[in-house]
């Protein structure tokens, strides 16, 4: 979507607000208390300015009764399901104005949490206008410079003072009372816009004329209701600042405003950090640690097949170096995979001013996004100033460093953390080819010599451990050996490298070949084989296969639900093996579900879940996984992911089958088949012998004589006619009523006995 249509459609939106206006008095109908927040995310982020208010002209029309919204892909990520009758909102997302690049904005869809079928009854209800909420709200403008007595003060006078306050730090005729009316709202307290409307009629013409006006007031007026409630925190925090600066604690410069994340990030106490939080000291210390952890966690999910990176929005400043506000994607090992928060930082902190100064394309787009916001610069600026700021950076690391180390000294298990490693890739060149290596491809690097035994892959990284047979060498001493972030499958052009690996690697490859998986083939439970064919897979194919087998499994029952109709296939039995020695067997028909349902996730346990062979096992199949790619097909995900088997419902799948039932007079085969798809619409029915009785059964139930159903089953030659005779086999059945069945021609409806 282009940039000018949701421009355009913000103009829609703008008309609504001015009708609100008109009508209520406020932007939106008498509404909840409290922001309208993405609930999709684990913690409540908040919309912007330009989403607030569009979900403000929505309320005109639905009068959404619930502050939570959802994306789509949240509803599709949680498996959540959307009633029928649920009314979307267009949300705004903007990429490429974080880094500086050339931007574009789009329009996505947010459901609200009430027209999703799992939150029914899960809203939780304020009230507003409570003691608590009259406290919070003086004890914002207390933080700001404002004293006002709670005791002699009507929501009245809070709004003037906010107004009169907004007024003074920048807000023009619009913005200051929205200022007003967003402050009212965070802090759930109530006002009459009915009698005292945000704006005159002249006020309002303008804003109708000029869609421009809403928009800006808004996002003025949420820069000064944030910059309010930050104030606030750093006023909570000021005493507890000033005590451990006096006792000397550590990491006394270091400064974090934690805005939000998507990840739900904790202390070393467990305790869940908050949006809007400020960090002092050495608890600022603490959460880089938590930060560093959690980048490295998310990485090593990703690569096992779970989740994707988590957005995480802060800034930082230590001493009188301020790098401001960034984001960090933890799972993308954004801080590099490092032991020392110290080196991730000057890394972080220096990674884009190194890219404008090295990426022509990249000092464009900035130089052209500077224009844009009406300042002009020159490339020769740009980069002055990029050096400049590294050097402050780099100066005040140093000490940062310097700090890091004795705390370390100090308290070993925080150091222990730290020390923890992403499972990263590894990749092999020649020294000469080095410097063709793009900078974000490496992490660190090294001489091959100080890798013990390590190897690299002569085929191109792509085929790491596709083919059959895989060729390695060892590398020169004074070769290169580096980490990275960058899966083969995600290297792009011609890029010198090849896949290296290490001992634990190696190990785990020759192990995967003692892994195979034998399954035999029983043919249909109607007409099954006189002896079984049977098929070993081996190492790579024997994974392969499982997962194929799996997802045959989901997809016959997804065929299945769309036809409502049961198709049988043949039985059969899986047997792993490791080693030569059998650890799990398992009976099962695919679409019946039992395959999936015995081993929802991952391979079956081997004998017992701390058995040292099960650990070794599961390694192996997951290092070849990590090296086929994360982003190619190479089957992770759907090794580890729990399928849903949901078979379609009998009952009418079997009146389906019932419609078409045979006329008496349709040749014994005919109806031998009608019966057999009857007595085989339940998976128990899952032996011959088994199916048998039910077809009998099932004839008895439609009043067919002794004579008549020994006709039918004569037509197969499989078929024990004994069966009929031994009564005792046979549970008794009753009698029903045959479905009226309309056909053409000279047929009457009846009830049909023999």
Sequence with gaps: MSNEKVFESRDIVNKTIVDNLREYGDIEPPALYGR???AGTRTKYQFSAANYLRIAAAQREYSYPDIRWLSEQAIADKKFTVKANAKPVKIEYWEGIDNGQSYEGNLRKFYNAADIAELDGTKKNVYGNEETDVEYALDILHANGIDMDENFNSNNEIFSTVKEYAS???ADEFAAPLTSQLFFKTSHLSYDYGQYPLYTEEQIN????????????????????????????RELKNMADKIQNEWDQPFKDLSIDFFWSERCLKDLQGKEYQDGQHLQGETAYQFLVQLNAADKEQFNSKLQGFGNYDKTKLSIRYGNYDHGEM???LGDLELSNKTLISDALVVRFNEYRHYLMTNDQAMDSHISFQKSQGEEVTREQVI???EKENAQCEKAMQQFAKEEKQYLEKYPEIKRLNEQKADVFLYYCKEQDFSNVPNNMVLTRHKAEEYDGIVFEQQDPGRALVSTESKFAKPEPNDIVFESAISNDEIKGNIPVKAAFSIESQVAMENLEKFSIKIENYGTVMEPFEFPTTQVYKGKQAVQRFIYEKNYEVDAVRSMNYEQKIIRHPQQQMTFLYDGKEFYKLKYEIGSGTLNQAIPSGLPIYNEEKNAINKELQQAVYTHMKYQGIYRENGIHDLNQR?????????????????????LRTINSKQFAYYAELATLDFKTDTPVKVMKAMIQEMKQDGLSNQKIANIIKTNRHFDVTMLTNQDSLSKVKKRKLQVDERKGNSKNCEMSM
């Design 168 to 170: 003074k730090n920048g």
């Design 327 to 329: 984001r960090i994607d």
């Design 643 to 663: 399928n849903e088997i949901r078979l379609p419902d009998i009952n009418i799948v079997r009146s389906k089958v019932m419609e078409n039932k045979p006329d």
């Design 206 to 233: 303008k804003l109708a004329e000029n869609p421009k006006i809403l928009f800006h007031a808004m996002k003025k007026a949420q820069e000064i209701v944030k910059s309010m409630q930050m104030s606030q925190e």
């Design 36 to 38: 309208h927040y993405n």
């Design 384 to 386: 002055a100033e990029c």
